[in-house]
């Protein structure tokens, strides 16, 4: 089956730090794959995506490239904020899996000023 | 995107007691999932809910326990049954639409089982 290995948190920087949060996969089909940021006390937000190999995501400064040949999509930030102290989940969808999420475990991210 | 709601926002519930969460979409989505976050912990499918008919559920997770409906594409509900503390978690509903490869999540429902 489909499986998400993210690195566990919590993950501790200061301000302006650079972030890198690792992701491997495992699918039967071709998934698309996905991050997702959890703010404290709120859902799930889609920070972004990629559909298909070397396809690189991008969103308020965090992107993140799939990579097929080491079945990994790493979340990365050259600057970090305060406001980035969050949970970040890595996901994937496969269509030969009825298009159901299947996340890592999140790993939470503590930006100090 | 599509706009998410869902009610309650959060509630806190007897053991024993039942809790059915509303969950609508400002759109017709194809798809409408329902997801359980235990505290601190990662999301869990519960069950693919279908228009039209009886929903789609994981592997650990049964009607009986957590009901689901879909009457129409914009509206779903999921009914946490004869609750115990180990129930307290988030639930979180998600949409798909249409070719997208994404899906957009609720605010989701914090509860609290006493």
């Known amino acids: 089956g489909n499986s998400v290995t993210q690195m566990e948190g919590p993950v501790t920087l200061s301000e302006e730090a650079f972030l890198t949060i690792n992701c491997t996969y495992t699918a039967t089909g071709y998934p698309s794959l996905f991050w997702y940021v959890q703010y404290p006390g709120e859902g799930l937000q889609l920070l972004l995506k990629?559909?298909?190999?070397?396809d690189k995501g991008s969103n308020k400064g965090f992107e993140a490239t799939y990579r097929k040949e080491t079945t990994s999509f790493h979340l990365e930030k050259g600057s970090v904020q305060v406001s980035d102290s969050a949970v970040y989940f890595c996901a994937l969808s496969d269509i030969a899996a009825g298009n159901k999420l299947t996340f890592g475990g999140g790993t939470r991210v503590l930006v100090k000023p | 995107s599509a706009v998410i709601s869902q009610k309650p926002s959060r509630d806190i519930c007897q053991r024993g007691t039942s809790l059915t969460i509303q969950c609508q979409v400002d759109s017709q989505v194809t798809m409408m999932f329902w997801y359980r976050q235990q505290p601190g912990q990662s999301l869990t499918l519960i069950a693919t809910a279908n228009q039209g008919s009886e929903a789609t559920y994981e592997s650990g997770f049964v009607i009986d326990k957590f009901p689901i409906s879909r009457p129409n594409l914009t509206f779903s509900t999921l009914t946490v049954s004869n609750m115990s503390p180990e129930d307290s978690s988030i639930y979180l509903c998600?949409?798909?639409?249409?070719?997208?490869?994404?899906?957009?999540f609720g605010p989701g429902t914090r509860l609290t089982v006493t």
């Open positions: 990629a559909t298909k190999a070397d």
């Open positions: 998600s949409v798909k639409s249409g070719q997208a490869y994404e899906q957009y």
